[in-house]
């Protein structure tokens, strides 16, 4: 065993090596955080909201009892009375947002219209700094919303759900790969 004297410098130098752990995590959320802001900072308004579970002054989350959704967007900024989401996406900027984005942002809407009591006319998608897109939040949208939130309870309902893309590199991302028995085989892992 170790000498007696070595112990506290042991236990000294793990509960250093800890807090420098520590402070890192933290200095890497604030760097994420700043970051966040500043791309706000290009949307006009104020932000009222963060998401990653952080509200100011708020719940960590935004909830719809009547839809039964629950999600944080990103932001929310107030701008000329209104309460606008915003979705930031990182990686490959598409030609046009992907209905995907389109949806999760309708989501936000419809999640920002039940806390606030108030329908945003429209949320924002940017993608980076290289494009940002107005979504316009309508009764076409609610309804997309909650057919596609009946189409995925009745899925779930079901238990015989299938793998619904031929994408090699969304697959690979995907945070249940290893469990999935339709995962595409040519993909790389990386989840």
């Known amino acids: 065993m170790w000498p007696e004297p070595l112990i506290p410098i042991v236990i000294s130098l793990v509960w250093l090596l800890t807090a420098v752990l520590l402070f890192r995590l933290g200095l890497k959320y604030y760097e994420k955080v700043k970051t966040k802001r500043a791309a706000m900072a290009a949307a006009e308004g104020t932000v009222v909201y963060v998401g990653e579970g952080k509200a100011i002054d708020e719940d960590p989350a935004l909830f719809s ?28 900027v598409p030609k046009g947002p992907l209905f995907s984005h389109i949806l999760q942002l309708a989501a936000y809407c419809a999640l920002v219209e039940e806390k606030y009591g108030k329908a945003p006319p429209y949320g924002l998608i940017q993608y980076g700094k290289a494009a940002e897109f107005e979504i316009e939040y309508n009764d076409d949208q609610r309804r997309l919303l909650e057919d596609k939130l009946k189409e995925m309870r009745g899925a779930l309902k079901s238990k015989d759900v299938h793998r619904n893309h031929n994408r090699p590199g969304k697959c690979a991302g995907c945070s249940r790969r290893e469990g999935c028995p339709e995962r595409l085989e040519g993909a790389p892992s990386g989840a």
């Open 65 to 92: 009892h009547r839809l039964g959704l629950v999600g944080a967007p990103d932001s929310v900024v107030e701008h000329e009375g209104h309460f606008i989401p915003v979705e930031l996406k990182t990686g490959r």
